[in-house]
């Protein structure tokens, strides 16, 4: 397989909840094939402005999206645009402000919500502007597109976790077993991703509090989980990866960029492609 990309983000995880809840991710960390690490995400810790953060290692307050209301494309390079100027196939099953971001704004759900052109950074997308959308749809959304399209890079971004959170509170057995049941659902697909040699990245944008929100810097707001899985990757301990550390990490998995392993913190092991 050439160097092929999923990317997860689970909105909305907390670091503490998925150390807690993820009982398969953790069983792949126990087999060594999964490595978990801390990072502390970029402020203010919403949605929007680190999903830009996440998908092109821009911080907030220098890309300008710095609330959820900003609905305009994004003015950098995002991992969709480096992609296609490599060349390479972009698929994503994601919330509708994602969309918004990398392809066209304002979301139209007639126009967007199934995405099938190969002259955007998104070329094929399942987007959803509900976040009850139920996360085993979306994974079935983004099963499918990886079947379908054979994305080099795949993002899937599924939102129930925050929206219990929101409904609940950080410290509520609603959040914890939404944490849960994604950790279920990803088991049904991860066996086979592993096994066709993708690489894996998930995380999550931010955290959240017992008010039933985030945005700020407690660290239950802050802290989430970053899962590395696949052969490229080295498993050495590290406690300095920053969440705009994902984007060149991507990069490289890609085969866009060299690899550097200073400015990755020697996650990346020097393999064949």
Same mark, same amino acid.
């Given at each position: 397989?050439?160097?092929? &990309?999923?990317?997860?983000?689970?909105?909305?995880?907390?670091?503490?909840?998925?150390?807690?809840?993820?009982?398969?991710?953790?069983?792949?960390?126990? !087999?060594?094939?999964?490595?978990?690490?801390?990072?502390?995400?970029?402020?203010?810790?919403?949605? #929007?402005?680190?999903?830009?953060? /996440?998908?092109?290692?821009?911080?907030?307050?220098?890309?300008?999206?710095?609330?959820?209301?900003?609905?305009?494309?994004?003015? !950098?390079?995002?991992?969709?645009?480096? +992609?296609?100027?490599?060349?390479?196939?972009?698929?994503?099953?994601?919330?509708?402000?994602?969309?918004?971001?990398?392809?066209?704004?304002?979301?139209?759900?007639?126009?967007?919500?199934?995405?099938? +052109?190969?002259?955007?950074?998104?070329?094929?997308?399942?987007?959803?502007?509900?976040?009850?959308?139920?996360?085993?749809?979306?994974?079935?959304?983004?099963?499918?597109?990886?079947?379908?399209?054979?994305?080099?890079?795949?993002?899937?971004?599924?939102?129930?976790?925050?929206?219990?959170?929101?409904? +609940?509170?950080?410290?509520?057995?609603?959040?914890?077993? +939404?944490? #849960?049941?994604?950790?279920?659902?990803?088991?049904?697909?991860?066996?086979?991703?592993?096994?066709?040699?993708?690489?894996? *990245?998930?995380?999550?944008?931010?955290?959240?509090?017992?008010?039933?929100?985030?945005?700020?810097?407690?660290?239950?707001?802050?802290? *989430?989980?970053?899962?590395?899985?696949?052969? #490229?990757?080295?498993?050495?301990?590290?406690?300095?990866?920053?969440?705009?550390?994902?984007?060149?990490? *991507?990069?490289?998995?890609?085969? /866009?960029?060299?690899?550097?392993?200073?400015?990755?913190?020697?996650?990346?092991?020097? &393999?064949?492609?």
């Amino acid at each position: 397989m050439k160097n092929k &990309v999923i990317l997860v983000v689970l909105d909305g995880l907390a670091y503490e909840t998925a150390s807690t809840c993820m009982g398969y991710l953790h069983a792949l960390t126990a !087999q060594g094939i999964a490595r978990l690490y801390r990072l502390e995400c970029e402020l203010p810790s919403l949605s #929007r402005p680190l999903y830009e953060t /996440i998908l092109t290692g821009v911080t907030p307050v220098l890309s300008g999206i710095s609330h959820n209301g900003i609905t305009r494309n994004s003015t !950098q390079q995002s991992l969709f645009h480096r +992609a296609r100027s490599a060349q390479l196939i972009t698929a994503a099953a994601a919330y509708h402000w994602i969309s918004e971001l990398y392809n066209r704004t304002p979301y139209d759900p007639v126009r967007d919500r199934f995405t099938e +052109a190969p002259e955007l950074p998104i070329q094929y997308g399942c987007f959803y502007h509900r976040d009850h959308y139920p996360d085993d749809h979306l994974l079935l959304d983004a099963e499918w597109l990886r079947r379908r399209h054979d994305p080099d890079l795949l993002l899937i971004h599924p939102m129930n976790i925050d929206d219990a959170g929101h409904k +609940a509170g950080f410290d509520s057995s609603a959040y914890r077993n +939404a944490a #849960r049941h994604a950790d279920a659902t990803l088991s049904h697909y991860l066996p086979e991703w592993i096994a066709n040699g993708y690489r894996i *990245v998930i995380t999550a944008d931010h955290g959240m509090n017992n008010d039933r929100s985030h945005g700020g810097t407690l660290p239950e707001e802050r802290e *989430v989980p970053l899962y590395l899985i696949g052969e #490229r990757f080295s498993q050495a301990p590290h406690n300095g990866i920053r969440q705009t550390d994902i984007y060149p990490l *991507v990069l490289t998995l890609l085969g /866009i960029r060299e690899c550097d392993n200073a400015d990755l913190g020697g996650l990346i092991r020097e &393999v064949g492609a």
